[in-house]
C-alpha cells in the first residue's frame, strides 16, 4: 500500500508538471496566481476586441505605450490608440500597452518581486526596445517614476545603462517637461502620428550598426520635434532665474519645434473594445483639432495650433467602420470648439440619418455658445435626448470676458439659456473661472447672478425638475499662453471667493463643485517649473507620492516636505510674477506661436482689447509662419488660417 | 416586427485571459460582440434601450467554464447556424460559442430553472491528492460545513449534491463536484476550497455543466 502511493506521488508531480505546462502557456502562473488576489484583475490582462499581438521572436523593433495612470483612465485615450494602430501597421514593429498598476496589484508585484509587464504578450516592459509614455497631465509624473522602478529601470537617466529601453515622453504636458527631464532620454514635441514611425526608423538603422546610447540621443536631438533634455544645459541667475538654455552641441538646434501633420490621418476604427468597465466606456471621434478662438487661459487652444478638420465625408464612413468594428453604444465627437467646426451641422444631420435605427447615443461637446444654433439645437436634441447639457461662459462679467478673450453678448447667452430647457434639458451645468487676472468681487458675484437668473428661466420653463450645476474652476497660469507670466491667486483669496459662491449657490438652490485650492498647487507647480524639480519629484514619489491626480490620496504633505528637503521653493514657480523679459524654463520649446504674440495678447489682455475669432482676421500669431509651407490646398484639408 | 420575440440559447466556454472578467463585464462584452454581429437583436423597451440578454448563472472569477448558457432575444428568427458563426467571429477568442438553439418564449429565465452546477478542480501538489481528501472526508464528518457571507451564517453541507476523485486523468488529479446553484440555495466551489486550506488562486477550477429543472 505504502509503496504504490509513493509511486503514486511521483506520477501525480509528472502530471503536475504538464498541467503546470498549459497553465504557462495560457499567461506566466506567477501572474496568474497573483491576479486571484487583486481588484478587478481584467486590467491587466488584455485580449480585448480588436488587440493586436504580434509575434515578438520575429518582429525587430519592439514599442511598449505605457499611460502611467490606471488602464481605467488610459486605455480611451484617442492618442494612444492612434499610436497604436500606427506602429502596428508596420510589419517590423510590434507596439503593446501597459498602465500603471493601482495599489493593490503594485502590491502583488513587489511581494513576488515580479516586474510590471505588456498587457499583450505579458513580457518585463525592460524587454522592450522604446518605452513611450503619454503624459497628457502633470499628476501622473510619479508613476512614471513607479512604474520605472517596477521594471527595474533606474528612474535618472544618468543611472541607465546600455541595455535599458529608450525612455521616450510625448502628449500635452510635454510643452513643459523640464520638471521630468532627468527622467527622460527624449520628448515629443506635438503631434505623434508621423514623427513616431520615423523615430522607429532611425532607431533600427541605429541598433543595426551597433551604435552607443548616446550615439542615438545625438541622432535623436537633430531630428525635428524630438527634445533630448540632457543635451541641453540651463543656467541661472543670482535671483534663481534662467540665464540661458544652451545645446551643448552645435549641431543640434537651440530650439525644438513641435511637429504637427498638415492633414490630419485617416482616423483609427479598429479601437480597442475594454473587457472590464472603465471611465469614458465610448467611442471617441476627433473631428477637428486646434481651435481658433484664442482664450488666453487655454493652454490646448494656442498649442495645438493651426485648426484642421475632417470633413463629414471622411467622418461618417469612420463612424460606421468604427461602429461596425467595436460595438460601441455612445459614440463622443471631440474637438476643442465643436459647433466651430465648418460642417457642424451638416455633420449632425448625416449622423442622424446614417444611426438613427440603431439606438446609439451621440455626445458633442465643447459647444460654443456663439456659434451654436437653434438648428443645431434641434439635431442635438435627436441625437442624445435627455440628460445634461454643459456651457462655458468662464466669465460673467463683460469686462472680464474681454480679459481672457471669450466675448459673448448676454443677451445671446440667455437666449441659449431659454432655448435649451425648452428644448426639454433639465440639468444645465455652467463652467466658470476664478482666479483670473484683474478679476474683483464683483465678478465673482457675478458669477452667482448669472446661475440664479439662468436657474430662474429654468424654472419658468420646466419648474422645479429644471436643475442649475455651477462647476468652478481656479485659473492656474499655463506655458506658452498669453498668462504664462503671470502669478497664481493666493490660496486664500481663492478660498474667500469660493466661500461666497459657496453660499450663494447653497442659498439659491444650485449645485456647485469647485476645486479645493490645495488641489491645483501641485499642477501648479509641475506645469509652470523647470528642471530643478527633477529631485523634488523623485524624493515626493520615494516618499510614497503616486497617483497625484487622484483626490482621496492628500499627497500635499509629501510634496511640501519633498520641496523643503531639496531646498527648493516652491512659491518660486506659483506666486511670482515673472518679468517680460525673462527667459522662460520653456523658451527653448517652440510652439509655433511667437512670444512676442503672447506678450502683446497679455498686454492687450490687460487692456481689455479681445482678439476675435482669428478665423476671420489673422492677428499672425506666428503658426504660419512655422507651418505654412506645409499647408495643403483647401480641398484637401480644411486649415482654420484665413 | 414579430410581435413574440425569437429567444435564442447559446451555450459557451470561457478561458484564458477572459477567466479574470466578472459577471457585469461578461454582460456588457455580449452586448457589444451582438451589436457587432448585426444580427437583429431584441431592445428592451423604455428610456434607455438596452439589448436584452440573460446569463444563466455568474461565473466566479478566474474560473474557467465549458459550459456557460444564456438567453438573447431576436426580432426575426435566424438559422442558428448562422447566429453560431456571427457570435464567435464578433466574440473575442477566448469565449466559444459552442451551441445554439431556438427555444420556447414562454420557457421560465435560465435563473428560476437553474438548480446545480458541476465543476472539475485540478487537486495542486501541495497538498496533494491524499491530504485533499483526507481534509474534505473530515468536512463531511461535520454536521454542517458553515461559512459566513455577508453576516450571514450558511450551511454548505446540503448544497453538495455529488462528488468524485479522478486520479487517473491526463490533466492531474482532479475532484468533480456538483454544487446547488439555485437562487436560495448557491454554493461555490471557492468557498469550499478555502474551508480546505487551499488558496483557490492555485487550482484550476472548470465549471462543466449546468444542470437545469
Redesign the interface.
Given at each position: 500500500m505504502k509503496k504504490s502511493?509513493q509511486t503514486?506521488?511521483i506520477t501525480?508531480?509528472q502530471?503536475?508538471f504538464?498541467?503546470k505546462a498549459?497553465?504557462i502557456t495560457?499567461?506566466n502562473s506567477l501572474i496568474?496566481?497573483?491576479?486571484?488576489?487583486v481588484e478587478?484583475?481584467?486590467r491587466?490582462?488584455?485580449?480585448?476586441?480588436n488587440q493586436i499581438e504580434k509575434d515578438w521572436g520575429s518582429t525587430p523593433l519592439r514599442w511598449c505605450l505605457i499611460f502611467p495612470d490606471i488602464y481605467d483612465i488610459g486605455q480611451t485615450n484617442l492618442g494612444l490608440a492612434m499610436l497604436y494602430q500606427i506602429l502596428n501597421a508596420e510589419p517590423d514593429i510590434l507596439a503593446e500597452r501597459s498602465f500603471a498598476p493601482w495599489i493593490d496589484m503594485e502590491a502583488q508585484l513587489r511581494e513576488h518581486d515580479l516586474p510590471l509587464f505588456s498587457l499583450e504578450s505579458k513580457k518585463a516592459l525592460k524587454e522592450f526596445d522604446i518605452l513611450g509614455f503619454t503624459l497628457p497631465y502633470e499628476s501622473i509624473y510619479t508613476n512614471v517614476l513607479n512604474i520605472l522602478e517596477l521594471s527595474g529601470i533606474e528612474a535618472y537617466v544618468s543611472h541607465r545603462t546600455e541595455n535599458d529601453p529608450l525612455i521616450l515622453g510625448g502628449g500635452q504636458a510635454c510643452f513643459n517637461a523640464e520638471p521630468m527631464a532627468d527622467f527622460f532620454d527624449a520628448f515629443v514635441i506635438g503631434e505623434g502620428e508621423e514623427v513616431s514611425l520615423e523615430i522607429s526608423h532611425l532607431y533600427k538603422a541605429w541598433k543595426a550598426n551597433n551604435g552607443s546610447r548616446q550615439e542615438l540621443l545625438f541622432q535623436l536631438a537633430k531630428f525635428p520635434g524630438v527634445y533630448v533634455p540632457s543635451l541641453y544645459e540651463v543656467d541661472y541667475l543670482q535671483d534663481g532665474t534662467i540665464e540661458a538654455i544652451r545645446p551643448l552641441r552645435a549641431d543640434i538646434p537651440a530650439k525644438i519645434t513641435k511637429r504637427i501633420v498638415p492633414v490630419l490621418p485617416p482616423h483609427p476604427e479598429k479601437f480597442l473594445?475594454p473587457?472590464?468597465?472603465i471611465v469614458h466606456d465610448r467611442m471617441s471621434i476627433e473631428i477637428m483639432r486646434g481651435c481658433t478662438r484664442g482664450c488666453r487661459f487655454c493652454h490646448a487652444g494656442m498649442v495645438n495650433r493651426p485648426v484642421r478638420q475632417r470633413s463629414v465625408d471622411q467622418l461618417i464612413p469612420t463612424i460606421k467602420n468604427a461602429?461596425?468594428?467595436?460595438?460601441?453604444?455612445e459614440v463622443g465627437l471631440l474637438s476643442l470648439s465643436s459647433s466651430d467646426h465648418t460642417q457642424i451641422l451638416e455633420l449632425t444631420q448625416q449622423v442622424h440619418e446614417n444611426f438613427h435605427d440603431k439606438?446609439l447615443a451621440f455626445g458633442l461637446p465643447s459647444l460654443r455658445i456663439e456659434s451654436f444654433s437653434v438648428d443645431l439645437m434641434n439635431e442635438l436634441q435627436e441625437l442624445k435626448p435627455?440628460g445634461g447639457f454643459t456651457l462655458a461662459p468662464e466669465a460673467a462679467t463683460e469686462r472680464m470676458r474681454a480679459v481672457i478673450n471669450k466675448p459673448l453678448d448676454e443677451e445671446d447667452f440667455y437666449f441659449t439659456v431659454k432655448k435649451i430647457f425648452e428644448h426639454g434639458w433639465r440639468s444645465l451645468k455652467l463652467y466658470y473661472m476664478i482666479g483670473l487676472p484683474t478679476e474683483t468681487m464683483e465678478d465673482v458675484e457675478a458669477i452667482l447672478e448669472a446661475g440664479i437668473k439662468v436657474k430662474r428661466i429654468g424654472k419658468s420653463i420646466l419648474g422645479n425638475s429644471a436643475k442649475v450645476h455651477l462647476g468652478i474652476g481656479t485659473l492656474i497660469p499655463k506655458p506658452h499662453t498669453p498668462f504664462q507670466w503671470l502669478p497664481v491667486e493666493s490660496p486664500e483669496t481663492i478660498q474667500a471667493k469660493i466661500d461666497y459662491l459657496k453660499a450663494g449657490t447653497r442659498k439659491a438652490g444650485i449645485k456647485m463643485s469647485y476645486n479645493i485650492p490645495d488641489s491645483s498647487l501641485l499642477e501648479t507647480w509641475l506645469s509652470r517649473g523647470d528642471r530643478r524639480l527633477g529631485p523634488v519629484i523623485y524624493r515626493a514619489w520615494k516618499n510614497g507620492a503616486k497617483f497625484d491626480a487622484w483626490g482621496e490620496r492628500e499627497n500635499l504633505p509629501i510634496w511640501r516636505e519633498a520641496f523643503e528637503s531639496t531646498g527648493v521653493d516652491p512659491d518660486f514657480y506659483a506666486y511670482r510674477e515673472r518679468g517680460l523679459d525673462e527667459i522662460l524654463p520653456w523658451d527653448h520649446i517652440d510652439i509655433g506661436v511667437k512670444k512676442n504674440f503672447l506678450k502683446q495678447d497679455l498686454q492687450w489682455s490687460l487692456r481689455g482689447r479681445t482678439r476675435p475669432d482669428c478665423r476671420n482676421t489673422c492677428y499672425a500669431c506666428g503658426i504660419l509662419d512655422a507651418f505654412g509651407e506645409t499647408r495643403p490646398d483647401n480641398n484637401i484639408s480644411y486649415w482654420g488660417c484665413p | 416586427m414579430n410581435d413574440t420575440p425569437i429567444r435564442i440559447r447559446v451555450k459557451y466556454s470561457k478561458s484564458g485571459n477572459l477567466r479574470f472578467l466578472g459577471h457585469i463585464d461578461t454582460q456588457n462584452l455580449f452586448e457589444r460582440a451582438l451589436r457587432r454581429t448585426e444580427l437583429p437583436i431584441r431592445h428592451t423597451q423604455g428610456f434607455n434601450k438596452r439589448i436584452r440578454i440573460n446569463l444563466a448563472s455568474a461565473l466566479p472569477l478566474g474560473f474557467i467554464s465549458e459550459a456557460e448558457i444564456l438567453d438573447i432575444w431576436l426580432d426575426q428568427p435566424i438559422d442558428t447556424e448562422i447566429i453560431g458563426k456571427k457570435l464567435n467571429e464578433a466574440l473575442p477568442d477566448d469565449i466559444k460559442v459552442l451551441e445554439v438553439q431556438m427555444v420556447d418564449n414562454a420557457l421560465p429565465s435560465l435563473q428560476a430553472s437553474l438548480v446545480s452546477s458541476d465543476y472539475l478542480i485540478s487537486i495542486p501538489a501541495d497538498p496533494g491528492l491524499e491530504t485533499f481528501k483526507n481534509r474534505f472526508q473530515a468536512l463531511l464528518t461535520g454536521e454542517k460545513i458553515e461559512i459566513i457571507k455577508r453576516k450571514k451564517t450558511i450551511d454548505l453541507k446540503p448544497m453538495i449534491l455529488d462528488y468524485s476523485f479522478q486520479s487517473e486523468s491526463p490533466d492531474g488529479d482532479q475532484f468533480f463536484i456538483r454544487l446547488s446553484s439555485s437562487p436560495n440555495a448557491n454554493a461555490r466551489p471557492d468557498d469550499l476550497l478555502q474551508l480546505l486550506e487551499i488558496d483557490p488562486a492555485d487550482c484550476l477550477v472548470k465549471r462543466t455543466k449546468l444542470n437545469f429543472s
Open positions: 502511493s503514486y506521488t501525480t508531480l502530471k503536475k504538464t498541467a498549459i497553465l495560457i499567461m496568474e496566481k497573483i491576479l486571484y488576489h478587478k484583475p481584467g491587466y490582462v488584455g485580449g480585448e476586441h473594445v473587457n472590464v468597465e461602429l461596425k468594428s467595436t460595438g460601441y453604444e439606438k435627455g | -
